[in-house]
C-alpha cells in the first residue's frame, strides 16, 4: 500500500508540508525519549523522530513515525494505548512514513504504557512542554462511550441497531465503491487461486454461498444484513432464483435497488431497508447471512437462529458466514478503537457458539469452513484500492474518514493472518419431521 508516498493513503493523509527536521539527532533524556523508549525498547522496528528533535533508532529507515505535535502525546496519555494512538493518528498529529500495514506488524510487539507509567510520563510531559500540551479535542468521526450511547436505547435494540449500521455503512456508496471494488461485497472473498483477482474471489465466495444452499430456478432465497445486493444479485442472475434481501442501512438499500434494476433483475430480486427482525414471510428454501452475526450481539444469537429457523421450509438451509474469535472463552466485545470508529456495539463469538446456537436451535450443523487466510488476502486488496484512490475517497468522506478505514482495515488483515480472528462458514439445515435433511450423502460444492 504506497510505501513510496511520504505518507500511505493506509494511514489516510499526507501531510501539507514535509515533517520538519529534527533539531538534534543525540539520545536526550527527556520525557518524549523516556516514553519511546519504554514502549518501543533502544532499538526500534521503525524509526522515530518528533517534533521536539527526539530521534530513536534509523531516522531514514524505510519505515517511520514522526510525533508532529505535543497533541499526539496528548492523545496518548489521555487514553487507553490503543484509542490514545488512533486519536492521533486519525487527526494528522501522528505521520507514518511507509506502508501502514508493514509499520504496524513491526510495531505490535511493542509494550503498552501502564497507567502509572502515563501518570509519571504525563507529569514530565507537562514540565517540559507547559505552553504546548493541552487538551486535544476528540475526532469529530469517533462514536460515543458505550455509557454514553446507552442512552440512546438498549444495546442491540432497533433503534441503536440502527444508528450504529447507520454510521458505519451511510458514509457514501461512492467511497465504498472506490474500496470496494465493481463487486461492493463488503464481506470476505474466497480466492479458487493464488491468481485470483478480487472480483474474482468475490464471484466466488457467493457462487459457494449458492452452492451450499443447494439454490435452484425458482427457490425463494432471504438475505438477511445483504449489504449493497450483491448475494440477492447474483443468486437470481445465475441460479434463477427469487431473492429478497434487507439491510439497515438505507444508502445500501438504495444502491442496491438501482443495481437491480440496471442489470434487469428487478423482477425476481429485491432489497428493502428494513431490520431482519421486521421480515414478515415465511417458507423460504434458504436464508444466506453474511456478515450480520457480528453486529446482533452475543445474547441475541439463540433468537436469531430461532427466528431464521422460523423463516425456512423443512430442508432449507442457512448459511450463515461471520468473523468468529478463535476460542469460545475470548471477550465478546471489541477494542476501542473498533467500538468507537468502526462497529459500534460490535460483538464476536467463537464459532463454537454459533454452532452450538445453531444446533440449540432447530439447525442440523452439516458443514463448516474456515476462510481465514482468505480474509486477510481480501482486507489486502481493499487497501490497496483505498491506496490507489486515495485522492477520491478523501474528497468524497474527508481525510479523517478516510483514515479511519485506512487503519482498521490494516490493523484487521494482521488479526487475520495471526490468528487473532477468524472467518466460519456454518452451514444448517431444518430437518423436515421425519429426519429428512435433504442433503446428499457426501455434498460436493462444486467451486
Known sequence: MGASRPFSTALGSRPASPPPAPTSTAVRPAALHLILRRTLGDDPPVGITAFDGTVLGDPDASLRLH??????????????NELGLARAYITGQLD???????????????????????????????REFTDQLRPAPIPSEEAPSRI?????????????????????YDVSNRFY???????MAYTCACYPDDAASLEDAQFHKFDLVCRKLALEPGMRLLDVGCGWGGMVAHAAEHYGVRAIGVTLSRQQAEWAQRDLA???????????????????????????????????????????????????????RLLNHCIVRPHTYDSHRTGPFIDRYVFPDGELEGVGAIVSAMQDNGFEVRHAENLREHYA?????????????????????GVQRARVWAL??????????RHQLELQQVLGVKVGEHGDASMPLRPDWGV
Do not use: Q
Open 148 to 168: 454514553r450511547r446507552a442512552a440512546r436505547g438498549l444495546r442491540h435494540s432497533k433503534t441503536r441497531d440502527s444508528e450504529a449500521i447507520s454510521r458505519h
Open 96 to 126: 507514518v512514513i511507509g506502508d501502514l500495514y508493514a509499520v504496524l506488524r513491526a510495531l505490535t510487539t511493542a509494550d503498552e504504557l501502564t497507567r502509572a507509567d502515563r501518570m509519571l510520563l504525563a507529569a514530565r510531559l507537562a
Open 377 to 397: 488476502r481480501t482486507l489486502a486488496a481493499w487497501c490497496a484500492n483505498l491506496d490507489t484512490h486515495w485522492d477520491a475517497a478523501v474528497a468524497e468522506s
Open 177 to 183: 465503491e472506490l474500496v470496494l471494488g465493481p463487486s
Open 67 to 80: 510525533v508532529r505535535t505535543p497533541a499526539a502525546l496528548s492523545y496518548v496519555l489521555t487514553a487507553p
Open 262 to 316: 440496471e442489470r434487469g433483475l428487478a423482477d425476481r430480486a429485491e432489497v428493502h431497508h428494513l431490520d431482519y427482525r421486521d421480515v414478515t414471510g415465511s417458507g423460504f428454501d434458504a436464508v444466506s447471512s453474511i456478515g450480520l452475526t457480528e453486529h446482533i450481539g452475543a445474547r441475541n444469537v439463540p433468537s436469531y437462529f430461532r427466528f431464521l429457523h422460523g423463516k425456512l421450509r423443512p430442508g432449507g
Open 408 to 417: 482498521y482495515m490494516a490493523a484487521s488483515r494482521l488479526s487475520f493472518e
